[in-house]
């Protein structure tokens, strides 16, 4: 199956600070989506991203399918940006055709007052 | 149009009990994945049902598990006996002809 990579594991940042986050994936997708769960487990959507460039509010992101990679950036970071954020792909050519999703090892952010 | 629904939203139960998660997809989707994420781990695939069909659930932990998909509608998954290990938080996922899966918002699910 489709091997998905995270870096860093773990970031530690003062408010007001820029991040990058970074998604690997071993095969080619069709499906690329971002997501953060909160401190609470609650998984929320950030971006349904196979390829290009998407922004929303502080937060952006690209994909670059053609070299298997996806950036996530965040801005001006706060405190509630805390969390973990996962990659998740899907629909590689070995996938069978299903459409579920294989997610990334995350990435664990705390944003420090 | 409503997103993915699952309740409750957090359940605790003692180890031994049964425990019954409920998911509603969004309208139409014939496409409905469970996964979960236990002890701060990685978030894994449990099972695909599409429609009321199970396609794969070469995720499923064990047999203590049973997850169904009544008239290709809402799903279930039921743990019996739960296990102190059950402890995670379960996320339903549903999608149609495309790629993008859709996430509720997940159950936190709770065994002492």
């Known amino acids: 199956g489709i091997q998905v990579e995270q870096s860093p594991p773990d970031l530690i940042l003062q408010e007001g600070a820029n991040s990058t986050l970074r998604c690997n994936f071993s095969?080619?997708?069709?499906?690329l989506q971002w997501f953060h769960q909160n401190p609470w487990g609650q998984l929320i959507n950030l971006f349904y991203?196979?390829?290009g460039t998407k922004q929303n509010g502080r937060l952006s992101a690209t994909t670059v399918a053609t070299e298997r990679y996806s950036l996530l950036y965040i801005s001006s970071s706060q405190t509630t940006d805390s969390g973990v954020y996962f990659c998740?792909?899907?629909?590689?050519?070995?996938?069978?055709?299903?459409?579920?999703?294989?997610f990334g090892t995350g990435t664990k952010l705390q944003v420090l007052p | 149009e409503a997103g993915v629904t699952q309740f409750p939203s957090h359940s605790v139960i003692e180890k031994g009990q049964t425990v019954t998660l409920r998911c509603d997809p969004i309208?139409?989707?014939?496409?409905l994945y469970w996964y979960r994420r236990v002890m701060g781990k990685e978030i894994k695939f449990l099972l695909h049902f599409v429609k009321e069909s199970k396609q794969d659930e070469s995720g499923m932990p064990n047999n203590r598990f049973l997850a169904e998909r009544t008239g290709g509608t809402y799903s279930t998954l039921k743990v019996q006996p739960a296990e102190l290990e059950d402890s995670g938080v379960y996320f339903c996922?549903?999608?149609?002809?495309?790629?993008?899966?859709?996430f509720g918002q997940g159950t936190r699910l709770t065994v002492v």
């Open positions: 309208s139409g989707h014939d496409n």
């Open positions: 998740a792909v899907g629909g590689g050519l070995r996938s069978g055709g299903y459409q579920k999703v294989t």
């Open positions: 095969d080619s997708v069709n499906n």
């Open positions: 996922a549903s999608s149609h002809y495309y790629p993008e899966a859709f």
């Open positions: 991203i196979p390829s």
